[in-house]
């Protein structure tokens, strides 16, 4: 399946006509571009042809069950696609697109199976970078673009991070820097009588709902903390977005202390876990990493420990969350023990994301 992957840098401000050819040129005879979106970069492909589809899956090793996003230009183009546009559908599409917000709606015929997972329903959206809504445009058909990253690996926020995953997998990347928001978009159902968020986003449910009520909106909590039955998405599956490197939660920033720092310490709390050479924390302290996620300051740490990542506010960590993750991965470290932040609203989605990445360190 290889293929050479070409990169082609371009201005987000002032995307270059010819580069936007180029790739829209590859697109309309069925190739995969990867471009970046103000969430994460996507992994495109005319969503009106199943075999180019097909190829986004062989080149993510996604599972065919898992259905993609079409990515739209405008809410006319969005109209092609679904079978009914409600009224909240208008409202919602008014307010928030172009911008990081997935509207579930039933299909047409024109969104073949390969994009839905042979579900009735199809995800749309429309992004806002220039990037992407010229390329769209002058495709002139709707693209499906899931994360442009290797199944159930982090996201990608910088082109870089899509070579590193695809490359010899996909015909183009247009690399326009990093992303704005860094985390994928909400993702609400409208088929249902209630509107209900299947993957929080940048979008939150309350500003959901005080733009449509009286209407409810329902949003699933924590993914962590609930047993979630029958999936109704797979965006929620439990293990998803992971780094490579075996990662942890603490708590609290207290626990920090409690961790066991040396290969003994660790093994007599982990027991059967993982072998000392693994998981040497203090005797190999350029095997661990640590992100403090939503503390002012640092709290008080191992001197040893040198790879150290701070996300003090909700836009930082949302922006930054899945570069650190990548950096991580790419120090080669074993461990990353991760300091969440505080169960308040504003930290819903980092929370949502970082439940998906890491296991507790206490199970
Ligand atoms: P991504 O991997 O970022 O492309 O996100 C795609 C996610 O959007 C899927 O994993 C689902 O959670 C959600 N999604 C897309 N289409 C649908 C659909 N028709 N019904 C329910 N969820 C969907
Ligand atoms: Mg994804």
Redesign the pocket.
């Known amino acids: 399946m290889s293929r050479p992957t070409e990169v082609i840098s371009v201005d987000p401000k002032q995307p270059d006509p010819s580069v936007i050819e180029h790739a829209a040129s590859i697109l309309r005879r069925g190739g995969l571009v990867a471009f970046a979106t103000e969430?994460?970069y996507?992994l495109g492909a005319d969503a009106t042809n199943p075999d180019a589809v097909m190829a986004i899956f062989e080149a993510k090793g996604?599972p065919s069950q898992?259905?993609?996003?079409?990515h739209v230009d405008s809410t006319e183009m969005a109209k092609s696609c679904v079978a009914e546009w409600p009224d909240v559908a208008d409202l919602l599409a008014l307010h928030y697109w172009p911008g990081p917000l997935?509207l579930?709606l039933p299909?047409t015929s024109r969104i073949p199976d390969a994009?839905?997972?042979g579900?009735?329903?199809?995800?749309i959206r429309n992004p806002r970078p220039l990037v992407a809504q010229d390329l769209i445009e002058r495709v002139g058909r709707p693209i499906a673009?899931?994360?442009a990253n290797r199944s159930n690996r982090v996201?990608p926020t910088l082109a870089s991070h899509v070579f590193k995953d695809l490359e010899g997998r996909i015909d183009l990347i247009l690399d326009s820097g990093q992303t704005d928001l860094g985390l994928?978009?909400t993702?609400v159902?409208l088929?249902t009588r209630q509107p209900r968020v299947?993957?929080p986003g940048p979008v939150s449910a309350s500003e959901l709902e005080s733009l449509i009520g009286p209407l409810r909106v329902v949003e699933i909590a924590n993914p962590g903390a609930v047993d979630l039955g029958v999936l109704?998405?797979?965006?929620?599956?439990p293990v998803?977005y992971a780094p490579q490197a075996r990662t942890l939660r603490v708590e609290t920033p207290e626990d920090l202390a409690r961790l066991p720092w040396t290969t003994d310490e660790f093994v007599r709390v982990f027991g059967s876990v993982g072998t000392p050479e693994e998981f040497g924390l203090l005797d190999r302290p350029e095997r661990v990493a640590l992100v403090i996620i939503g503390t002012p300051e640092l709290p008080s740490l191992p001197a040893a420990l040198t790879h150290r990542f701070h996300l003090p506010d909700p836009e930082t960590a949302g922006r930054d969350l899945y570069v650190v993750l990548h950096q991580c991965d790419a120090l080669g470290v074993s461990l990353i023990v991760i300091v969440p932040p505080p169960d308040r609203r504003e930290w819903h989605t980092i929370r949502d994301r970082l439940w998906r990445a890491s296991r507790p360190w206490r199970e």
């Open positions: 969430t994460v996507g996604r898992n259905p993609l996003i079409v997935s579930v299909r994009v839905t997972a579900l009735p329903t199809v995800g673009a899931p994360s996201s994928e978009s993702v159902d088929t299947l993957r109704t998405s797979p965006g929620q599956l998803h």
